[in-house]
């Protein structure tokens, strides 16, 4: 569900448009009836991450861990 504010509204009735985006609503912004914004709640990932999953799909150089040459460092 989205909610509709007036841009006017938004700074009397900020600690309710957070509430409404906490709760999961969106909320669209207008003004002069037009739409300008929209305040979307951030996804939560619910997923475990899982140790190792990434095994085999990182590479380091062997020569990571060496000091640059001067070339570089200039």
């Not at 909320?27 to 990932?45: D, E, F, H, T």
């Amino acid at each position: 569900m989205t909610i509709t504010f007036n841009i006017p509204e938004t700074g009397e009735q900020y600690a309710a448009l957070i509430e409404h985006v906490q709760a999961g609503e969106g909320v669209l912004i207008s003004q002069g009836g037009v739409a300008i914004a929209r305040l979307l709640p951030i996804p939560v990932s619910r997923q475990p991450r899982i140790p190792g999953q990434d095994i085999g799909k990182v590479a380091i150089a062997p020569d990571f861990n060496d000091p640059l040459s001067d070339d570089s460092l200039r």
